[in-house]
């Protein structure tokens, strides 16, 4: 069983709202949907529900053209039902389209909390359930478990992260891999990243974006300058070039040679 779908999928590039807060949360909402952002994304733990909420509200958008993710904290396992209508209420929405898992427990513990997720699915109030921060053997795990796939593993899945075989492990189970935090994660000033957006007159933030959609994962990216949000839009009208993608796939490799594990 699959954990549902999303009626127009994740766009390339999603709203990150993490440690936006009020009525600078709420301006920066209303300003992205503005300039073409479809997919907002908040979290109980962000403590901002409520402002980005007010945000969607005070933009022109219809409910069924816009994609609302929020996020399940983990340290709330028993708490599913009263935390995802606590969720709602302060979106001031009747569903969400994609509720995550913010992080995985031990087996016993994800499969406990990803039962109450399919209940919430089944009751409507979810359109779609995942899960984020999950290591591969961590989602074969809860699928082989519940029988019940997630449609999302939302990762750091940037070049200082970057494992080859996450996306086609998740490829194929359809589970839709989507990288969080792509400029906070990554090292902006590596020599690689600066010498490829040069070479295509961009900036190194739209290299690193543009690198997630050639690994086919869509990305959730904050920002709060409207020069920014319009940047981070624009990351369709160029490709990087095979060597380029495998070049900014290796850029940590000696950083993870040298780190414990
Ligand atoms: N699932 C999880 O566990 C998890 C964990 C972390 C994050 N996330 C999600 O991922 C989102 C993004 O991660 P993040 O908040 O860590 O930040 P991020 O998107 O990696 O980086 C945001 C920073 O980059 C700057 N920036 C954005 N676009 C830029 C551009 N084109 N040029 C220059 N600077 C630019 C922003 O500046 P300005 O704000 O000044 O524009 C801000 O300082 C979060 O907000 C959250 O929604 C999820």
């Known amino acids: 069983m699959s954990g549902g779908t999303l009626p127009s999928g994740l766009p390339p590039v999603s709203l990150g ?28 733990g962000y403590r901002n529900e409520q402002a980005v909420g007010a945000g969607i509200r005070a933009s022109d958008i219809e409910r069924d053209d816009l994609l609302i993710v929020t996020k399940f904290p983990e340290e709330d396992a028993g708490r599913e039902h009263e935390t995802l209508s606590r969720s709602l209420d302060l979106l001031g929405v ?44 961590q989602v074969d795990d809860l699928v082989a478990r519940s029988g019940v796939v997630p449609a999302v593993n939302q990762v750091a899945f940037g070049p200082w992260y970057f494992d080859p075989a996450l996306a086609p492990h998740h490829a194929a189970l359809g589970i839709v891999v989507q990288g969080h935090s792509p400029f906070s994660e990554n090292d902006l000033e590596h020599p690689v990243l600066r010498t490829t957006a040069e070479r295509h007159g961009r900036s ?37 070039t095979p060597a380029e993608v495998t070049a900014i796939d290796h850029i940590a490799d000696g950083a993870r040679a040298g780190a414990v594990s």
């Open 17 to 44: 709202t993490w440690q936006m807060w009020g009525r600078a949360a709420s301006r920066s909402v209303r300003e992205a949907l503005d300039l073409g952002y479809r997919c907002v994304d908040t979290a109980t």
């Open 204 to 240: 190194v933030h739209q290299v690193l974006l543009r690198w997630h959609l050639e690994h086919g994962v869509p990305t959730v990216a904050k920002a709060v300058s409207p020069a920014h949000l319009a940047a981070n839009l624009t990351v369709n009208d160029f490709s990087l």
């Open 94 to 137: 009747e569903y969400v389209d994609l509720w995550l898992m913010h992080g995985p427990l031990d087996a016993e513990g994800s499969l406990a909390v990803w039962r109450r997720f399919v209940e919430a699915r089944e009751a409507g109030l979810v359109r779609a359930i995942g899960v984020s921060n999950f290591r591969p053997s």
